[in-house]
């Protein structure tokens, strides 16, 4: 029995039920298969990037020690949701339990919101990089890039704390299905047993805020870049500043975009497949082209990237059961 503030609330529910995308058994298997890929490729690209990051020393700049950061955050935001995403594909009951929920919840807004704060986080360092060059070294230091992660990851983690709290001290006594793939607020929410006007508010409050703040902080700081970039007296240096600037602000918008129009659309539609559809980009799909959206417009991480690349092509080489151990 699930006693709360609000009264007594029999059958409280211990599980939950993903619906994720009905479909047949076949067409499950085939998304299976197609995701797996994708979650593959995802770790395989933002772990070279993690990689290039770490041993070439022409990278160990302010710049790619965010990137490497980065990436190692996209490799645990798509760990929060896609392993159990996967499983739910051949599971037949696809059922997930009241704590493995939650705390689903909990890590996928927790790196999000980080994702959020490491953006911003990078804008500012290109801000100092192109319209402040010459304080640029006194001002982006060592340890002001470490405090700058760990600024990131901290209000990551304590920014949906309070939200996450509420929605968890929520009765649910049925029913327990979840049309998502996903644990959401959203439906969570829709199933408790009582009305949670507060929980909803602080929810969609914190979410507005990071959307609304970050994003007009992000698009400043580049406005104030692309102004920079266009003083700059050789053509060279800005096509350089270009790129790398016009890549940072892709992911931005690629990222920023989908939680939009999530954000937008979530109140005013009744069908379930576009919030999936959206959860499934941002959350899957951004971190895949994220690597490459940062190797194929970036010069010196395409050229860290095949140094990773033929480490490791010697590594394999000359391992215990490579071809140079065994002679023909």
């Known amino acids: ?26 067409i499950q298997v085939i998304l299976f298969m197609f995701f797996c890929i994708v979650y593959l490729l995802t770790l395989m690209g933002n772990g070279a990037i ?10 160990h700049t302010p710049m790619y020690f965010l990137l490497g950061n980065f990436a190692f955050l996209e490799i645990w935001y798509v760990n929060s949701t896609v392993p159990n995403t996967l499983v739910n594909f051949l599971s037949k009951t696809k059922a997930i339990s009241f704590t493995g929920c939650f705390l689903q919840l909990y890590f996928f807004f927790f ?59 929520l009765p649910f006594c049925g029913p327990n299905v979840i049309d998502h793939f996903v644990c959401d607020s959203g439906p969570l929410l829709t199933l408790s ?34 102004l920079g970039v266009l003083r ?36 005013s539609s009744h069908s379930t497949l576009m919030p999936k559809t959206i959860t499934l980009f941002y959350a899957m799909v951004t971190p895949l082209f994220n690597p490459l959206t940062y190797s194929l417009r970036n010069k010196d991480m395409k050229n860290a990237l095949w140094k990773v690349l033929e480490k490791s092509k010697l590594s394999l080489a000359a391992g215990p059961g490579g071809m ?3 002679p023909v």
């Open 50 to 59: 993690i990689c290039a990051v770490c041993w070439d020393q022409q990278l």
């Open 324 to 326: 140079w151990n065994n």
């Open 111 to 169: 790196m999000g919101s980080t994702e959020c704060f490491f953006l911003s986080a990078m804008s500012f360092d290109q801000y100092f990089a192109i319209c402040h060059p010459l304080h640029y070294a006194t001002v982006m230091t060592g340890q002001c890039c470490f405090n700058l992660m760990i600024s990131c990851w901290v209000c990551g983690f304590l920014w949906y704390l309070v939200p996450f709290i509420l929605i968890s001290q």
């Open 1 to 26: 029995m699930n006693i709360s503030g609000s009264g007594f609330y029999p059958e409280s529910v211990h599980e939950f039920i993903l619906l994720g995308f009905p479909c047949s058994r076949e």
């Open 232 to 267: 700059l007296p050789l053509a060279s240096s800005r096509h350089k500043d270009f790129s790398t600037c016009g890549s940072h602000l892709a992911v931005v918008l690629l990222f920023y975009g989908t939680i939009v129009v999530m954000h937008v659309s979530s109140g």
């Open 193 to 226: 047993c009582v009305p949670a006007p507060m929980s909803k508010l602080t929810s969609y409050t914190l979410i507005s805020l990071i959307i609304l703040f970050i994003f007009l902080f992000i698009l400043i700081s580049y406005t104030l870049v692309l």
